[in-house]
C-alpha cells in the first residue's frame, strides 16, 4: 500500500474535483473548508464517505480536495469519483470492490443542448390548432 496518492481527479456535470490522499485522522478539506462547512445537505456528506466506508478507510485517511465548476450536488460525485480513483491508486486491491458499486464509472450524465426553434432542449412552444 502507498503512503500517499498523488492528485487524482474526478468528474460529474461542469464540475471537477482534484483529490489527494493521505494517511491521517479522517478531515475532509474541501477548498479550505470542512465538509460540513461546505456542505449543507446531508445526502451530498454521505456520497462523500461511501467510497471510504465501503474500504474501511474511515478515519484512517485525510482527504484534501479542490472543486471547481457545476452545483454542490455535481461537487459531491465528483469528489466522490475522485476519492475512489484516489483510492485504487492507493491500494489495487480496493478496485473490484469500488466498482462493483459503481463508484469508478464517470457518470456521463449532463444537461441536454437547447436547440433552436425551442424554448428549452425538448420544451416545445405551446400548440394552438386555430
Given at each position: 500500500?502507498?503512503?500517499?496518492a498523488?492528485?487524482?481527479?474526478?468528474?460529474r456535470?461542469?464540475?471537477?474535483a482534484r483529490?489527494?490522499l493521505?494517511?491521517?485522522?479522517?478531515?475532509?478539506t474541501?477548498?479550505?473548508?470542512?465538509?460540513?462547512?461546505?456542505?449543507?445537505?446531508?445526502?451530498?456528506?454521505?456520497?462523500?464517505?461511501?467510497p471510504?466506508?465501503?474500504?474501511?478507510?474511515?478515519?484512517?485517511l485525510?482527504?484534501?480536495?479542490?472543486?471547481?465548476?457545476?452545483?454542490?450536488s455535481?461537487?459531491?460525485?465528483?469528489i466522490?469519483?475522485g476519492?475512489?480513483?484516489?483510492?485504487?491508486?492507493?491500494?489495487?486491491?480496493?478496485?473490484?470492490?469500488?466498482?462493483?458499486?459503481?463508484f469508478m464509472?464517470?457518470?456521463?450524465r449532463?444537461?441536454?443542448?437547447?436547440?433552436?426553434?425551442?424554448?428549452?432542449?425538448?420544451?416545445?412552444?405551446?400548440?394552438?390548432k386555430?
Amino acid at each position: 500500500m502507498a503512503t500517499q496518492a498523488n492528485l487524482i481527479v474526478g468528474r460529474r456535470k461542469e464540475a471537477v474535483a482534484r483529490v489527494r490522499l493521505s494517511p491521517g485522522t479522517g478531515n475532509i478539506t474541501i477548498n479550505g473548508r470542512t465538509m460540513d462547512e461546505y456542505f449543507g445537505r446531508e445526502t451530498s456528506k454521505m456520497i462523500l464517505v461511501e467510497p471510504l466506508k465501503l474500504v474501511d478507510q474511515m478515519g484512517k485517511l485525510d482527504v484534501f480536495v479542490n472543486a471547481r465548476g457545476g452545483g454542490l450536488s455535481g461537487q459531491a460525485g465528483a469528489i466522490r469519483h475522485g476519492i475512489s480513483r484516489a483510492l485504487c491508486e492507493l491500494n489495487a486491491e480496493f478496485r473490484p470492490v469500488l466498482k462493483k458499486a459503481g463508484f469508478m464509472t464517470r457518470d456521463a450524465r449532463a444537461v441536454e443542448r437547447k436547440k433552436y426553434g425551442r424554448p428549452g432542449a425538448r420544451k416545445r412552444f405551446q400548440f394552438s390548432k386555430r
